[in-house]
Protein backbone atom coordinates (compact mmCIF):
# COMPACT_ATOMS: atom_id res chain seq x y z
CA UNK A 1 0.00 0.00 0.00
CA UNK A 2 1.17 3.20 -1.04
CA UNK A 3 1.83 6.31 1.15
CA UNK A 4 1.80 9.61 0.59
CA UNK A 5 2.81 12.06 3.13
CA UNK A 6 2.47 15.99 2.99
CA UNK A 7 4.41 18.78 4.72
CA UNK A 8 4.97 22.51 3.97
CA UNK A 9 1.84 23.86 4.97
CA UNK A 10 1.66 27.18 6.69
CA UNK A 11 0.58 31.00 7.15
CA UNK A 12 1.58 33.55 5.26
CA UNK A 13 0.53 36.97 3.73
CA UNK A 14 -0.94 37.65 0.46
CA UNK A 15 1.98 38.05 -2.01
CA UNK A 16 4.00 35.57 -0.19
CA UNK A 17 5.45 31.81 -0.91
CA UNK A 18 5.08 28.40 0.34
CA UNK A 19 6.49 25.22 -0.60
CA UNK A 20 4.69 22.05 -0.36
CA UNK A 21 6.50 18.87 -0.18
CA UNK A 22 5.18 15.00 -0.90
CA UNK A 23 6.66 12.01 0.32
CA UNK A 24 6.02 9.20 -1.46
CA UNK A 25 6.63 5.12 0.03
CA UNK A 26 6.03 2.11 -1.19
CA UNK A 27 5.23 3.91 -4.34
CA UNK A 28 7.63 4.65 -7.57
CA UNK A 29 7.04 7.63 -9.92
CA UNK A 30 6.57 5.59 -13.16
CA UNK A 31 3.46 5.83 -13.87
CA UNK A 32 0.20 8.14 -14.71
CA UNK A 33 -0.86 10.37 -12.49
CA UNK A 34 0.86 12.59 -9.65
CA UNK A 35 -0.92 15.51 -7.85
CA UNK A 36 -2.01 17.99 -5.14
CA UNK A 37 -5.51 18.98 -4.80
CA UNK A 38 -7.06 21.35 -2.64
CA UNK A 39 -10.48 21.79 -0.58
CA UNK A 40 -11.56 24.64 1.12
CA UNK A 41 -14.35 24.48 4.32
CA UNK A 42 -17.36 24.26 2.54
CA UNK A 43 -15.99 23.75 -0.83
CA UNK A 44 -15.39 20.33 -3.43
CA UNK A 45 -12.06 18.96 -3.26
CA UNK A 46 -10.64 20.00 -6.50
CA UNK A 47 -7.29 19.62 -8.29
CA UNK A 48 -4.59 21.75 -7.92
CA UNK A 49 -1.82 20.70 -10.59
CA UNK A 50 -0.70 17.30 -11.57
CA UNK A 51 2.15 15.67 -13.26
CA UNK A 52 1.41 12.35 -16.17
CA UNK A 53 4.73 10.74 -15.16
CA UNK A 54 5.54 8.79 -18.54
CA UNK A 55 5.06 11.77 -20.80
CA UNK A 56 6.32 14.23 -18.07
CA UNK A 57 3.50 16.79 -19.14
CA UNK A 58 2.12 19.12 -16.24
CA UNK A 59 -0.91 20.20 -16.07
CA UNK A 60 -2.76 23.09 -13.78
CA UNK A 61 -6.09 24.68 -12.93
CA UNK A 62 -6.65 28.00 -14.23
CA UNK A 63 -6.93 29.73 -10.75
CA UNK A 64 -3.03 28.83 -10.19
CA UNK A 65 -1.40 29.39 -13.56
CA UNK A 66 1.64 31.22 -13.33
CA UNK A 67 1.64 31.01 -9.66
CA UNK A 68 2.26 27.61 -8.98
CA UNK A 69 4.42 25.22 -10.41
CA UNK A 70 4.51 21.32 -9.58
CA UNK A 71 7.63 19.63 -10.03
CA UNK A 72 8.76 15.63 -8.76
CA UNK A 73 12.39 14.65 -7.61
CA UNK A 74 12.11 10.77 -9.04
CA UNK A 75 15.77 9.73 -6.90
CA UNK A 76 13.42 10.78 -3.64
CA UNK A 77 10.41 10.02 -4.65
CA UNK A 78 9.23 13.60 -3.43
CA UNK A 79 6.62 15.40 -5.24
CA UNK A 80 6.24 19.29 -5.06
CA UNK A 81 4.53 22.64 -5.30
CA UNK A 82 5.81 26.23 -5.56
CA UNK A 83 2.95 28.35 -4.51
CA UNK A 84 3.58 32.34 -5.24
CA UNK A 85 1.66 35.22 -4.86
CA UNK A 86 -0.74 33.16 -2.75
CA UNK A 87 -3.81 34.76 -2.53
CA UNK A 88 -6.40 34.84 0.02
CA UNK A 89 -8.85 32.61 -2.09
CA UNK A 90 -5.68 29.96 -2.01
CA UNK A 91 -6.75 29.38 1.86
CA UNK A 92 -7.30 25.46 1.86
CA UNK A 93 -6.24 21.86 3.38
CA UNK A 94 -3.94 20.81 0.44
CA UNK A 95 -3.68 16.69 -0.42
CA UNK A 96 -1.16 14.97 -2.80
CA UNK A 97 -2.72 12.35 -4.52
CA UNK A 98 -1.36 9.71 -6.66
CA UNK A 99 -2.88 6.61 -9.37
CA UNK A 100 -1.10 3.45 -10.03
CA UNK A 101 -3.34 2.86 -13.25
CA UNK A 102 -3.83 4.76 -16.64
CA UNK A 103 -6.48 6.72 -17.61
CA UNK A 104 -8.93 9.26 -16.59
CA UNK A 105 -8.75 13.00 -16.01
CA UNK A 106 -5.62 14.81 -14.25
CA UNK A 107 -8.71 17.14 -12.20
CA UNK A 108 -10.97 14.17 -10.84
CA UNK A 109 -11.10 12.61 -7.49
CA UNK A 110 -11.71 9.40 -8.81
CA UNK A 111 -8.92 9.15 -10.46
CA UNK A 112 -6.69 8.62 -8.09
CA UNK A 113 -6.62 5.64 -5.31
CA UNK A 114 -3.62 7.20 -3.03
CA UNK A 115 -3.86 10.33 -1.20
CA UNK A 116 -2.08 11.76 1.69
CA UNK A 117 -3.65 13.46 5.34
CA UNK A 118 -3.21 17.02 4.15
CA UNK A 119 -1.50 20.06 5.00
CA UNK A 120 -2.95 23.20 5.50
CA UNK A 121 -2.36 26.33 3.96
CA UNK A 122 -3.87 29.95 5.13
CA UNK A 123 -3.38 32.78 2.87
CA UNK A 124 -4.37 35.99 5.27
CA UNK A 125 -5.25 39.42 3.60
Known amino acids: QAQLVESGGGSVQAGGSLRLSCAAS????????IGWFRQAPGKEREGVAA????????YYADSVKGRFTISQDNARDTLYLDMNSLKPEDTAMYYC??????????????????WGQGTQVTVSS
Open 51 to 58: IYISRAMA
Open 97 to 114: AATSTVGGSWSQVGTYNY
Open 26 to 33: RYKFNTAY
